[in-house]
Protein backbone atom coordinates (compact mmCIF):
# COMPACT_ATOMS: atom_id res chain seq x y z
CA UNK A 1 0.00 0.00 0.00
CA UNK A 2 1.55 3.02 -0.86
CA UNK A 3 2.70 5.83 1.98
CA UNK A 4 1.60 3.72 4.36
CA UNK A 5 3.10 0.15 6.29
CA UNK A 6 3.00 -2.33 8.72
CA UNK A 7 6.19 -2.31 10.72
CA UNK A 8 7.72 -5.67 11.99
CA UNK A 9 8.35 -5.08 15.04
CA UNK A 10 7.32 -3.01 17.93
CA UNK A 11 10.47 -0.62 18.13
CA UNK A 12 7.92 2.77 16.58
CA UNK A 13 5.22 2.45 18.78
CA UNK A 14 3.39 6.05 19.57
CA UNK A 15 3.49 7.08 23.26
CA UNK A 16 0.40 6.65 25.23
CA UNK A 17 -0.78 8.47 28.42
CA UNK A 18 1.29 6.53 31.33
CA UNK A 19 -2.16 6.51 33.42
CA UNK A 20 -3.39 3.86 31.23
CA UNK A 21 -3.88 0.55 32.49
CA UNK A 22 -1.76 -1.86 30.20
CA UNK A 23 -3.48 -5.32 29.81
CA UNK A 24 -0.87 -6.46 27.28
CA UNK A 25 2.58 -4.72 25.66
CA UNK A 26 2.98 -6.40 22.68
CA UNK A 27 0.26 -6.08 21.05
CA UNK A 28 -0.42 -3.16 23.42
CA UNK A 29 -3.72 -3.32 24.53
CA UNK A 30 -4.71 -1.12 27.72
CA UNK A 31 -7.94 0.51 29.22
CA UNK A 32 -8.33 3.63 31.58
CA UNK A 33 -8.81 3.27 35.46
CA UNK A 34 -12.71 3.96 35.56
CA UNK A 35 -13.21 7.07 37.01
CA UNK A 36 -11.47 8.99 33.90
CA UNK A 37 -14.73 7.46 32.22
CA UNK A 38 -16.81 9.51 33.93
CA UNK A 39 -14.98 12.78 34.07
CA UNK A 40 -16.37 14.07 30.97
CA UNK A 41 -19.00 12.82 28.27
CA UNK A 42 -16.77 13.08 25.17
CA UNK A 43 -13.46 10.80 26.26
CA UNK A 44 -10.30 12.37 25.64
CA UNK A 45 -7.93 10.39 22.78
CA UNK A 46 -5.45 10.16 25.68
CA UNK A 47 -7.91 8.15 27.50
CA UNK A 48 -9.54 6.01 24.98
CA UNK A 49 -9.23 2.68 25.28
CA UNK A 50 -6.47 1.24 23.01
CA UNK A 51 -6.98 -2.45 21.39
CA UNK A 52 -4.24 -3.71 18.61
CA UNK A 53 -3.65 -6.45 17.35
CA UNK A 54 0.09 -5.96 16.11
CA UNK A 55 2.85 -3.29 15.58
CA UNK A 56 0.77 0.49 14.98
CA UNK A 57 1.07 0.76 10.95
CA UNK A 58 3.35 3.86 10.04
CA UNK A 59 1.67 6.46 7.63
CA UNK A 60 4.92 7.84 5.55
CA UNK A 61 3.38 9.99 2.50
CA UNK A 62 -0.34 10.98 2.88
CA UNK A 63 -0.85 12.49 -0.71
CA UNK A 64 0.18 9.18 -1.74
CA UNK A 65 -2.18 6.66 0.21
CA UNK A 66 -5.09 5.67 -0.66
CA UNK A 67 -8.19 2.13 0.03
CA UNK A 68 -9.14 0.02 -3.24
CA UNK A 69 -12.71 -0.17 -3.49
CA UNK A 70 -13.66 -3.31 -5.74
CA UNK A 71 -15.71 -6.76 -5.45
CA UNK A 72 -19.15 -7.64 -6.28
CA UNK A 73 -19.62 -4.29 -8.02
CA UNK A 74 -19.30 -3.72 -11.44
CA UNK A 75 -15.85 -1.71 -11.26
CA UNK A 76 -13.06 -1.14 -9.07
CA UNK A 77 -11.34 2.64 -8.11
CA UNK A 78 -8.76 4.00 -5.94
CA UNK A 79 -9.71 6.79 -3.31
CA UNK A 80 -7.15 8.75 -1.96
CA UNK A 81 -7.72 11.12 1.09
CA UNK A 82 -8.71 14.15 -0.83
CA UNK A 83 -11.40 11.84 -2.42
CA UNK A 84 -12.86 11.27 1.30
CA UNK A 85 -12.48 14.45 1.82
CA UNK A 86 -14.58 15.79 -0.56
CA UNK A 87 -17.33 14.15 0.38
CA UNK A 88 -20.02 16.29 2.68
CA UNK A 89 -18.09 15.12 6.46
CA UNK A 90 -20.13 14.18 9.51
CA UNK A 91 -19.78 14.16 12.84
CA UNK A 92 -21.03 10.91 15.05
CA UNK A 93 -20.95 10.94 18.59
CA UNK A 94 -20.79 7.14 19.27
CA UNK A 95 -19.69 4.69 21.68
CA UNK A 96 -17.06 1.92 20.84
CA UNK A 97 -17.44 -0.50 23.27
CA UNK A 98 -14.78 -4.01 23.35
CA UNK A 99 -16.58 -7.54 23.02
CA UNK A 100 -14.37 -8.01 25.67
CA UNK A 101 -15.36 -5.65 28.25
CA UNK A 102 -15.58 -6.94 32.16
CA UNK A 103 -14.16 -9.95 30.63
CA UNK A 104 -11.70 -9.90 33.82
CA UNK A 105 -14.91 -10.80 35.84
CA UNK A 106 -16.37 -13.41 33.53
CA UNK A 107 -12.94 -15.39 33.95
CA UNK A 108 -13.25 -15.95 37.65
CA UNK A 109 -16.26 -17.76 36.98
CA UNK A 110 -14.67 -20.42 34.80
CA UNK A 111 -11.05 -19.66 32.34
CA UNK A 112 -11.70 -17.78 29.25
CA UNK A 113 -9.45 -16.95 26.72
CA UNK A 114 -8.34 -13.38 25.73
CA UNK A 115 -7.58 -9.96 26.71
CA UNK A 116 -8.25 -9.45 30.72
CA UNK A 117 -10.08 -6.32 30.43
CA UNK A 118 -11.84 -4.22 33.46
CA UNK A 119 -14.78 -2.06 32.95
CA UNK A 120 -13.06 0.36 30.76
CA UNK A 121 -12.94 -1.16 27.00
CA UNK A 122 -14.65 1.64 25.59
CA UNK A 123 -14.92 5.15 25.27
CA UNK A 124 -17.29 8.11 23.76
CA UNK A 125 -15.83 10.06 20.81
CA UNK A 126 -17.04 12.60 18.51
CA UNK A 127 -15.87 10.97 15.12
CA UNK A 128 -15.50 13.23 11.66
CA UNK A 129 -15.70 11.93 8.27
CA UNK A 130 -17.32 11.10 5.06
CA UNK A 131 -20.42 8.63 5.10
CA UNK A 132 -19.53 5.31 4.01
CA UNK A 133 -23.21 5.29 1.94
CA UNK A 134 -21.93 8.51 0.46
CA UNK A 135 -18.34 6.83 -0.51
CA UNK A 136 -20.42 3.50 -1.95
CA UNK A 137 -22.92 5.65 -4.17
CA UNK A 138 -19.34 7.22 -5.17
CA UNK A 139 -18.24 4.44 -6.95
CA UNK A 140 -21.59 2.91 -7.88
CA UNK A 141 -23.77 1.44 -5.31
CA UNK A 142 -26.60 3.32 -4.87
CA UNK A 143 -27.79 4.15 -1.14
CA UNK A 144 -29.84 2.13 0.15
CA UNK A 145 -28.84 -1.11 -1.39
CA UNK A 146 -29.33 -4.60 0.18
CA UNK A 147 -27.93 -6.48 -3.00
CA UNK A 148 -25.93 -5.70 -5.82
CA UNK A 149 -26.34 -7.07 -9.11
CA UNK A 150 -23.33 -9.05 -9.00
CA UNK A 151 -24.62 -10.72 -5.44
CA UNK A 152 -22.57 -8.31 -3.31
CA UNK A 153 -24.48 -8.79 0.13
CA UNK A 154 -21.67 -7.71 2.59
CA UNK A 155 -19.28 -5.05 3.20
CA UNK A 156 -15.53 -6.09 3.61
CA UNK A 157 -12.94 -3.59 5.51
CA UNK A 158 -9.57 -4.91 5.17
CA UNK A 159 -6.48 -3.24 7.28
CA UNK A 160 -2.98 -2.86 7.01
CA UNK A 161 -2.42 -4.46 10.36
CA UNK A 162 -0.93 -7.38 9.78
CA UNK A 163 -1.96 -10.03 12.48
CA UNK A 164 -0.95 -13.40 14.04
CA UNK A 165 -4.53 -14.29 14.37
CA UNK A 166 -4.85 -14.31 10.42
CA UNK A 167 -1.27 -15.75 10.13
CA UNK A 168 0.37 -12.65 9.52
CA UNK A 169 -2.33 -11.58 6.88
CA UNK A 170 -4.21 -8.24 7.73
CA UNK A 171 -6.85 -7.67 9.79
CA UNK A 172 -10.64 -7.81 8.46
CA UNK A 173 -14.23 -7.68 9.22
CA UNK A 174 -17.27 -7.16 7.24
CA UNK A 175 -20.99 -5.96 8.16
CA UNK A 176 -24.08 -5.93 5.76
CA UNK A 177 -24.64 -4.10 2.30
CA UNK A 178 -27.68 -2.89 3.82
CA UNK A 179 -26.36 -1.07 6.70
CA UNK A 180 -23.13 0.29 4.73
CA UNK A 181 -25.68 1.99 2.49
CA UNK A 182 -28.20 3.77 4.72
CA UNK A 183 -26.97 7.14 5.60
CA UNK A 184 -28.95 6.98 8.77
CA UNK A 185 -26.85 4.04 10.19
CA UNK A 186 -24.19 6.58 10.67
CA UNK A 187 -21.26 4.35 9.02
CA UNK A 188 -18.19 6.95 8.53
CA UNK A 189 -15.07 6.35 6.81
CA UNK A 190 -13.58 8.74 9.60
CA UNK A 191 -10.07 10.06 9.69
CA UNK A 192 -10.90 13.01 13.30
CA UNK A 193 -11.51 12.23 15.97
CA UNK A 194 -12.48 14.83 18.73
CA UNK A 195 -11.96 17.75 16.38
CA UNK A 196 -8.49 16.54 15.45
CA UNK A 197 -7.07 13.51 13.39
CA UNK A 198 -7.15 10.53 14.15
CA UNK A 199 -3.26 9.35 16.01
CA UNK A 200 -1.67 6.25 15.51
CA UNK A 201 -3.66 4.24 17.59
CA UNK A 202 -6.69 5.02 16.96
CA UNK A 203 -6.11 4.47 13.03
CA UNK A 204 -4.57 7.47 11.32
CA UNK A 205 -5.35 8.11 8.51
CA UNK A 206 -8.69 6.30 7.91
CA UNK A 207 -10.85 4.11 9.68
CA UNK A 208 -14.53 3.10 9.48
CA UNK A 209 -16.60 3.74 12.24
CA UNK A 210 -19.83 1.44 12.82
CA UNK A 211 -21.82 2.50 16.01
CA UNK A 212 -23.83 0.58 18.00
CA UNK A 213 -21.35 -2.66 16.94
CA UNK A 214 -19.19 -3.91 18.76
CA UNK A 215 -15.42 -2.35 18.35
CA UNK A 216 -14.03 -4.92 16.41
CA UNK A 217 -16.18 -4.29 13.32
CA UNK A 218 -14.89 -0.75 13.48
CA UNK A 219 -11.56 -1.51 11.51
CA UNK A 220 -8.73 0.57 11.85
CA UNK A 221 -5.67 1.47 9.26
CA UNK A 222 -7.68 0.55 6.16
CA UNK A 223 -6.41 -0.38 2.79
CA UNK A 224 -9.62 -1.37 1.01
CA UNK A 225 -13.01 -2.02 0.90
CA UNK A 226 -14.57 -5.06 -1.54
CA UNK A 227 -18.31 -5.88 -2.03
CA UNK A 228 -18.55 -9.90 -1.15
CA UNK A 229 -21.30 -12.44 -1.21
CA UNK A 230 -20.88 -13.62 2.65
CA UNK A 231 -19.96 -12.45 5.67
CA UNK A 232 -16.18 -12.03 5.55
CA UNK A 233 -14.25 -15.05 6.37
CA UNK A 234 -11.33 -13.38 8.60
CA UNK A 235 -10.45 -14.89 11.56
CA UNK A 236 -12.24 -12.47 13.79
CA UNK A 237 -15.41 -13.20 11.95
CA UNK A 238 -15.43 -16.60 11.62
CA UNK A 239 -13.51 -17.83 14.40
CA UNK A 240 -13.61 -15.19 17.08
CA UNK A 241 -16.11 -12.55 18.45
CA UNK A 242 -19.14 -15.06 18.10
CA UNK A 243 -21.85 -15.92 21.36
CA UNK A 244 -21.82 -19.26 22.34
CA UNK A 245 -23.36 -20.72 25.42
CA UNK A 246 -22.21 -22.00 28.71
CA UNK A 247 -21.82 -25.37 27.71
CA UNK A 248 -19.46 -24.81 24.87
CA UNK A 249 -16.12 -25.31 25.25
CA UNK A 250 -12.84 -25.49 23.26
CA UNK A 251 -13.52 -29.61 22.77
CA UNK A 252 -16.84 -29.19 21.31
CA UNK A 253 -16.98 -25.87 19.76
CA UNK A 254 -18.40 -25.13 16.11
CA UNK A 255 -17.76 -21.99 15.14
CA UNK A 256 -20.06 -22.62 11.78
CA UNK A 257 -23.17 -23.16 14.25
CA UNK A 258 -23.16 -19.32 15.38
CA UNK A 259 -23.53 -15.75 13.46
CA UNK A 260 -20.77 -13.15 14.10
CA UNK A 261 -21.93 -11.27 16.93
CA UNK A 262 -22.77 -7.33 15.69
CA UNK A 263 -24.73 -5.06 17.96
CA UNK A 264 -23.66 -4.93 21.61
CA UNK A 265 -26.44 -5.86 24.38
CA UNK A 266 -27.66 -3.28 27.30
CA UNK A 267 -24.60 -2.66 29.55
CA UNK A 268 -23.09 -0.41 32.33
CA UNK A 269 -21.05 -0.16 35.12
CA UNK A 270 -20.08 1.88 38.29
CA UNK A 271 -17.16 4.05 37.62
CA UNK A 272 -17.02 6.16 40.77
CA UNK A 273 -16.60 3.47 43.37
CA UNK A 274 -13.41 0.51 42.95
CA UNK A 275 -14.09 -2.83 44.69
CA UNK A 276 -13.40 -2.95 48.57
CA UNK A 277 -13.13 1.16 48.69
CA UNK A 278 -13.23 2.34 52.35
CA UNK A 279 -15.65 4.90 52.49
CA UNK A 280 -17.35 6.60 55.73
CA UNK A 281 -21.00 6.07 56.46
CA UNK A 282 -23.36 8.32 54.90
CA UNK A 283 -24.34 9.22 51.73
CA UNK A 284 -22.06 8.36 48.53
CA UNK A 285 -22.66 9.29 44.77
CA UNK A 286 -22.77 6.33 42.86
CA UNK A 287 -21.72 6.79 39.09
CA UNK A 288 -20.66 5.32 36.14
CA UNK A 289 -21.76 4.87 32.05
CA UNK A 290 -24.65 3.01 30.50
CA UNK A 291 -24.89 2.55 26.72
CA UNK A 292 -26.81 -0.47 24.61
CA UNK A 293 -26.03 -1.51 20.81
CA UNK A 294 -28.46 -0.40 17.72
CA UNK A 295 -28.86 2.84 18.34
CA UNK A 296 -31.07 1.79 20.99
CA UNK A 297 -31.63 4.79 24.06
CA UNK A 298 -31.17 3.98 28.07
CA UNK A 299 -34.60 4.13 29.71
CA UNK A 300 -33.29 3.99 32.64
CA UNK A 301 -30.36 2.82 35.61
CA UNK A 302 -31.55 1.05 38.96
CA UNK A 303 -28.47 0.72 41.93
CA UNK A 304 -29.61 -1.24 44.60
CA UNK A 305 -27.68 -1.95 47.70
CA UNK A 306 -29.25 -4.68 49.41
CA UNK A 307 -28.62 -7.52 46.24
CA UNK A 308 -31.78 -6.40 44.25
CA UNK A 309 -34.09 -6.35 46.89
CA UNK A 310 -35.16 -2.42 46.60
CA UNK A 311 -33.78 -0.37 43.72
CA UNK A 312 -33.20 3.29 43.41
CA UNK A 313 -33.59 4.91 39.79
CA UNK A 314 -30.40 7.19 38.96
CA UNK A 315 -30.74 10.14 37.27
CA UNK A 316 -29.16 9.83 33.19
CA UNK A 317 -27.46 12.50 31.30
CA UNK A 318 -25.57 13.50 28.33
CA UNK A 319 -25.02 16.85 27.44
CA UNK A 320 -24.82 20.03 29.86
CA UNK A 321 -27.79 21.88 30.05
CA UNK A 322 -29.92 19.15 28.09
CA UNK A 323 -31.97 16.79 29.03
CA UNK A 324 -31.67 13.38 28.21
CA UNK A 325 -34.53 11.60 26.49
CA UNK A 326 -33.76 8.31 25.27
CA UNK A 327 -35.04 8.61 21.66
CA UNK A 328 -35.47 12.07 21.16
CA UNK A 329 -33.36 13.93 18.39
CA UNK A 330 -31.44 16.00 20.89
CA UNK A 331 -29.72 12.87 22.41
CA UNK A 332 -26.94 10.88 20.47
CA UNK A 333 -28.54 7.92 20.02
CA UNK A 334 -25.00 5.91 19.39
CA UNK A 335 -23.62 7.52 22.88
CA UNK A 336 -23.22 6.25 26.38
CA UNK A 337 -25.30 7.68 28.77
CA UNK A 338 -23.71 8.46 32.10
CA UNK A 339 -25.93 8.10 35.49
CA UNK A 340 -25.38 9.09 39.31
CA UNK A 341 -27.34 8.77 42.29
CA UNK A 342 -26.94 9.13 46.41
CA UNK A 343 -27.81 6.41 48.29
CA UNK A 344 -26.83 6.06 52.07
CA UNK A 345 -24.59 3.86 53.20
CA UNK A 346 -24.69 2.68 56.93
CA UNK A 347 -23.03 -0.22 56.80
CA UNK A 348 -20.50 -2.54 54.26
CA UNK A 349 -22.17 -3.82 51.29
CA UNK A 350 -22.39 -4.50 47.99
CA UNK A 351 -23.49 -1.81 45.41
CA UNK A 352 -25.11 -3.05 42.09
CA UNK A 353 -26.52 -1.65 38.90
CA UNK A 354 -28.43 -2.67 36.02
CA UNK A 355 -29.43 -0.83 32.68
CA UNK A 356 -32.98 -0.95 30.83
CA UNK A 357 -32.61 -0.08 27.48
CA UNK A 358 -35.92 1.58 25.26
CA UNK A 359 -36.68 -2.22 23.67
CA UNK A 360 -36.67 -3.45 27.40
CA UNK A 361 -33.71 -4.90 27.23
CA UNK A 362 -32.24 -5.86 30.72
CA UNK A 363 -29.18 -6.56 31.60
CA UNK A 364 -28.69 -9.96 33.23
CA UNK A 365 -28.51 -10.76 36.63
CA UNK A 366 -25.93 -13.40 37.06
CA UNK A 367 -22.80 -13.80 35.21
CA UNK A 368 -22.87 -17.39 34.82
CA UNK A 369 -25.87 -17.41 33.33
CA UNK A 370 -23.99 -15.86 30.37
CA UNK A 371 -20.46 -17.44 30.78
CA UNK A 372 -18.68 -18.10 27.39
CA UNK A 373 -15.10 -19.18 26.41
CA UNK A 374 -13.89 -16.32 24.81
CA UNK A 375 -15.45 -13.81 27.74
CA UNK A 376 -17.32 -11.68 25.44
CA UNK A 377 -20.62 -9.66 26.22
CA UNK A 378 -20.39 -9.88 30.01
CA UNK A 379 -23.28 -7.40 30.73
CA UNK A 380 -24.27 -8.87 34.01
CA UNK A 381 -25.23 -6.48 36.71
CA UNK A 382 -21.90 -4.84 38.06
CA UNK A 383 -21.25 -5.25 41.35
CA UNK A 384 -18.61 -3.39 43.54
CA UNK A 385 -17.96 -4.33 46.96
CA UNK A 386 -17.80 -1.08 49.62
CA UNK A 387 -16.23 -1.21 52.97
CA UNK A 388 -17.42 0.91 55.46
CA UNK A 389 -14.83 2.76 57.98
CA UNK A 390 -15.72 4.29 61.19
CA UNK A 391 -13.24 7.08 61.58
CA UNK A 392 -11.81 7.50 65.07
CA UNK A 393 -12.43 10.27 67.31
Excluded at 186 to 213: K, Q, S
Excluded at 293 to 317: H, L, M
Amino acid sequence: MPGIRGPSNYSQEPTRHPSLIINAKEPFNAEPPRSALISSYVTPVAMFYKRNHGPIPIVEDIESYYIDIGGLMGSSRKLYMRDVRSLPKYNVTATLQCAGNRRTSMSKVRTVKGVGWDVSALGNAVWGGAKLADVLELVGVPKFTSVTHSGGKHVEFVSIDQCKEENGGPYKASIPLSQATNPEADVLLAYEMNGEPLNRDHGYPLRTIVPGVIGARSVKWLDSISIIAESSQGFFMAKDYKMFPPSVNWDNINWDSRRPQMDFPVQCAICSLEDVNAITPGKVKVCGYAVSGGGRGIERVDISIDCGKTWFEASRYQKPGISYVADDISSDKWAWVLFESIVDVPTSVEIVAKAVDIAGNVQPESVQTIWNLRGILNTSWHRVQVRVGHSKM
